[in-house]
């Protein structure tokens, strides 16, 4: 239970869900944990459109930095608690420097903070893709930004953000989709960049139990009941997958905790998809399939109209029409 010992890091958004199930489990390997999340948590209410049942579920996973940096504490690991908005970049390097110089150092940074929501392109405004992209993208860099200096001088570390499976696109989720895949960007080139310094970068694509994943789920559920002008409803093996894919988040912190580890550092510029029942998988990197050329000249359409389907795009199927849709 010391793959970390002694290790300083700061985990974004983990007051609840996803960044407390990592950061409860980090510190129980022996690291010293900054829990954060924009503000201390006031008189929360569940979401409405949820059952009695779903309410319960989300109202007892709520909570902030502070009551995460408590639960820490209570069974003998390191917690502090720092509120910011990572969407902030003064508050972030304000936050950085009081880290550095409490503890000597940042060892590692999960990028965890986000605005988890779903929606079509036409019920999305303006103010979605604002709010979704500047904590998930932005506060990322924020954090590497701030970050990344103090690792560069002390010789090393670990940087894990934290995207989503949606980042390869996902219908009804035209901005999570968006920032998510920016994250995938960002964390390729950055690893490309601070390998050189012993740093390692990798994103990981989560799924474990969280207040947004309640809401998340029965709202599609009734989107997609909506949708097809009837119920949806799913077999009891695929319930039992998704329950058990979406139990407690430490489940999923294990191999996360070993990207951070002398072993697991030599992987860099990964995409890792990881959930609470233990599973893991990795991402292909994105390659070309094949190409065509016409030499010296310039392609006509009739003459892409002829080559296109059996060459260049040979074995298509068109995405938009797969019920994964």
């Given amino acids: 239970m010391n793959a970390l010992k002694g290790k300083v890091v700061l985990v974004t958004g983990s007051g609840q869900g996803i960044g407390k199930g990592i950061a409860m489990y980090f510190a129980r390997e022996g690291a010293i944990v900054i829990t954060n999340n924009r503000s201390p948590m006031k008189n929360v209410e569940p ?3 949820l059952s009695r049942e779903e309410q319960a579920a989300w109202l007892s996973m709520v909570g902030d930095a502070e009551t995460a940096a408590k639960e820490i504490r ?3 690991g390191q917690a502090e608690a720092m509120f910011c908005d990572v969407a902030d970049y003064d508050a972030v390097g304000q936050m950085m420097e009081k880290i550095v110089e409490k503890y000597g150092r940042i060892d590692i ?3 965890n903070a986000a605005i988890t929501e779903s929606g079509a392109l036409l019920s999305l405004t303006e103010r979605d893709y604002d709010r979704q992209t500047s904590v998930k993208m932005k506060g990322a860099f924020n954090c590497c930004r701030h970050a990344v200096p103090y690792m560069i001088k ?3 570390g670990t940087i894990l953000n934290c995207a989503s499976d949606a980042w390869v696109g996902l219908g009804n989720a035209t901005v999570y989709s968006a920032a998510n895949a920016g994250i995938v960007g960002m964390t390729k080139a950055m690893a490309m960049e ?3 310094h012993g740093i390692n970068c990798n994103a990981f694509c989560p ?6 994943h309640v809401a998340g789920f029965a709202k599609t559920l009734k989107t997609l009941s909506e949708a097809m002008g009837k119920e949806v409803t799913m077999s009891a093996e695929k319930k039992a997958e998704i329950d058990a ?3 407690d988040s430490e489940g999923l912190a294990p191999f996360l905790a070993y990207l951070c580890t002398d072993q697991g550092k030599q992987y860099t510029a990964q995409v890792f998809s990881v ?5 893991v998988d990795v991402y292909s990197a994105p390659v070309r399939l094949r190409e065509i050329s016409k030499g010296e000249s310039l392609w006509t359409v009739e003459e892409l109209v002829a080559c296109v389907p059996d060459h260049l795009m040979q074995d298509y199927q068109n995405p938009a029409e797969s019920r994964h849709y």
């Fill in 47 to 49: 979401p409405q459109e």
């Fill in 74 to 76: 209570a069974f003998g």
């Fill in 109 to 111: 940074v999960v990028n």
């Fill in 154 to 156: 002390q010789g090393g």
């Fill in 194 to 196: 601070l390998w050189r």
């Fill in 207 to 212: 799924q474990g139990a969280s207040p947004g």
């Fill in 245 to 247: 894919n979406h139990a």
């Fill in 275 to 279: 959930t609470a029942s233990g599973k």
